[in-house]
């Protein structure tokens, strides 16, 4: 039988908490340094490491079995996967934020307003929903800076301490969603037995855990 496959985010945010969590299930393999696929040596699993904005697809395609990835980033590419499992890391809030001097004081002034987002799915859905027609501004980093370019009137990002906002003289307006990381699956795969295995082992860390 073929291993399965985990997808996890190859640098960044997640990477560390992600490789750590295996571990801590047992798991014996190499971190990622140049080879994007690692076999555990004590484990019937393979690890890919992929950029997080992939992950999601990769695991509804199956190109991979099992992926860790932010809940925002599955929100954002509206795969369909399956959630094993709340991982309770790369816990983040995901907000409106508007300028502290702005005119806008309710959800309804931000009609015909312009708002800079990575996150353009998330905050669409959010506007229709609140009934709300305004102009998405893709931007693919540093979106706080974009009020201060005059470049959007708002901006939609991921917030955690607060800090990035408040240096860039912006103050949250709405809160939209909230995220953590999460294993996912495609769907009916979660009665393998090697999916079983691993499940318990990360049930009982997170356990310990607590
Ligand atoms: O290279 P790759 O595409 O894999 O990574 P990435 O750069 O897209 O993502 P990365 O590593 O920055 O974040 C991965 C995941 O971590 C996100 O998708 C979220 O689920 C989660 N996460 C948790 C965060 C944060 N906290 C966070 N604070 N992602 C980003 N931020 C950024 C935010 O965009 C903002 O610029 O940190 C800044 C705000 O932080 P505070 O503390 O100043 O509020
Ligand atoms: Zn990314």
Do not use: W
């Not at 908490?17 to 080879?35: I, R, T």
């Not at 300028?99 to 959800?107: C, G, K, T, V, Y």
């Amino acid at each position: 039988m073929k291993n399965l496959k985990i997808a996890i985010q190859k640098s960044g945010r997640l990477n560390e908490k992600s490789v750590q969590l295996l571990k801590n299930c047992g798991l014996n393999f190499e971190n990622y340094k140049s080879s994007l696929i690692t076999t555990v040596s004590n484990f019937p699993l393979e690890i890919l490491f992929l950029r997080d904005d992939d992950i999601p697809e990769y695991v509804q395609d199956g190109i991979a079995d099992l992926g860790i990835v932010g809940e925002n980033v599955i929100a954002e590419t509206e795969a369909e996967v399956r959630y094993l499992q709340r991982l309770g890391f790369g816990k983040c809030s995901l907000k409106i934020a508007v300028p502290n001097h702005s005119d806008i004081r309710e959800l309804s002034d931000l009609n015909g307003k312009a708002i800079a987002t990575s996150y353009p799915v998330i905050l669409q859905k959010f506007l229709t929903e609140s009934r709300i027609t305004a102009d998405i501004r893709m931007i693919s980093g540093s979106v706080e800076i974009s009020p201060a370019l005059e470049l959007s009137h708002a901006i939609f990002d991921i917030v955690s301490t607060g800090g990035t906002l408040r240096s860039n003289g912006l103050v949250p307006f709405a809160d939209v969603m909230t995220s953590e990381a999460i294993l996912i699956s495609k769907n009916g795969i979660d009665s393998n037995p090697v999916v079983r295995e691993l499940m318990q082992r990360i049930q009982s860390v997170l356990r310990a855990a607590e």
